[in-house]
T-cell receptor, first 113, second 111 residues
Framework: EDKVVQSPLSLVVHEGDTVTLNCSYE??????LLWYKQEKKAPTFLFMLTSSGIEKKSGRLSSILDKKELFSILNITATQTGDSAVYLC?????????????FGTGTLLAVQP | KAGVTQTPRYLIKTRGQQVTLSCSPISGHRSVSWYQQTPGQGLQFLFEYFSETQRNKGNFPGRFSGRQFSNSRSEMNVSTLELGDSALYLC??????????FGPGTRLTVT
């Protein structure tokens, strides 16, 4: 059965800290791995990763994928209170022309001032 | 470009009733996926529609159904509501099948 596991489940840090969020997966017909940030509303897209070893970067956020070991990490440097959210990892599974995302349960990040 | 819109935003129903939720994708997006989000189960895939055809389906009972219209707008229907159906229902649209953009969700409460 396909599964996506995120760790830790929750995390409390102080502003300025650096955090690393983990996502491991067992999904057949892997196509891509995506990271989303969810605050009080719907998830917003952060990154899509398809190739191993290529870091994607956006400001203080970066992410990398390891397709051999089947995991990805999301790094946030110099955290701010506005980074407080649930971070969701999803793996896209391809079957023919279909598109199915399998989500992890998320990591709840709380950044304290 | 307008984002994904969902209506209604909040809904309260009683057990046994049925409900229809609506989703309008980003203009030009032909793929619409539906998800159920609950605190205990996280975000779970319901189904995906592309060009009015269901392309993929998650592991939900037959009470959950959907359809897509020629303008790519999609509806999701849940019949014979149960207490456990209380959740945030999210729809997401995409252009090429990946990089999905989510709507604000419909919060359904079943009493």
């Amino acid at each position: 059965e396909d599964k996506v596991v995120q760790s830790p489940l929750s995390l409390v840090v102080h502003e300025g800290d650096t955090v690393t969020l983990n996502c491991s997966y067992e999904v057949t017909n892997f196509r891509s791995l995506l990271w989303y940030k969810q605050e009080k509303k719907a998830p917003t897209f952060l990154f899509m990763l398809t190739s191993s070893g290529i870091e994607k970067k956006s400001g203080r956020l970066s992410s990398i994928l390891d397709k051999k070991e089947l995991f990805s990490i999301l790094n946030i440097t110099a955290t701010q209170t506005g980074d407080s959210a649930v971070y969701l990892c999803a793996v896209e599974r391809m079957t023919g022309a279909t598109n199915k995302l399998i989500f992890g349960t998320g990591t709840l990040l709380a950044v304290q001032p | 470009k307008a984002g994904v819109t969902q209506t209604p935003r909040y809904l309260i129903k009683t057990r046994g009733q049925q409900v229809t939720l609506s989703c309008s994708p980003i203009s030009g997006h032909r793929s619409v996926s539906w998800y159920q989000q609950t605190p205990g189960q996280g975000l779970q895939f319901l189904f995906e529609y592309f060009s009015e055809t269901q392309r993929n389906k998650g592991n939900f009972p037959g009470r959950f159904s959907g359809r897509q219209f020629s303008n790519s707008r999609s509806e999701m229907n849940v019949s014979t509501l149960e207490l456990g159906d209380s959740a945030l229902y999210l729809c997401a649209s995409s252009l090429l099948g990946y990089e999905q953009y989510f709507g604000p969700g419909t919060r359904l409460t079943v009493t």
